[in-house]
């Protein structure tokens, strides 16, 4: 994550304060990356945990931002760094982003696997609710 962060600054021509319109939209991506970021963090709550397994006594969350998607945590992340690399105009960045949105997808399908084990309703919400992007992935 701090490659993403640092290699956009690095590698772009961008600039904190967006001026070029794409800078401009890459700043809303990023702010609209966050706020999903954060919903995520609250919605999941205590069972917030770093590693791929849900905890021993967690339950299966569907509500907040995991009522419209399974991962939102991730979704946000995603956002964060493609909105960031847009915001400094990299294209490197972009790309950069787009391994690490990759990254996520295999990350959140590994999970979904460990989330299948503990949760026998898990393939129904599954089919109910999409991974990233609401109605749609």
């Known amino acids: 994550m701090l490659v993403a962060l ?3 600054i690095w590698l772009g021509p961008g600039d904190f304060l967006p001026q070029h ?8 991506i990023t702010a609209v990356g966050t706020w999903l970021t954060v919903w995520g963090l609250k919605s999941l709550g205590e069972a917030l945990t770093p ?13 907040g931002a995991y009522r419209w998607m399974r991962h939102p945590i991730y979704a946000g992340v995603m956002l ?4 960031w690399a847009l915001w400094w ?3 490197v960045g972009v790309v950069y982003a787009m391994v690490f949105a990759l990254f996520f997808d295999r990350k959140a ?7 299948r084990e503990k949760f026998p309703d898990y393939p129904g919400y599954a089919r109910a609710v999409k991974k990233f992007i609401p109605s749609v992935y």
Request: aromatic share 6%.
């Open 21 to 28: 319109p794409l800078s401009i939209s890459g700043a809303a």
């Open 6 to 8: 640092l290699l956009p």
């Open 80 to 83: 964060v760094s493609l909105g």
């Open 51 to 63: 590693f791929p397994g849900p905890l021993s006594d967690a339950t299966l969350h569907r509500q």
């Open 89 to 91: 105009l990299s294209g």
């Open 109 to 115: 399908a590994f999970e979904e696997m460990k989330l």
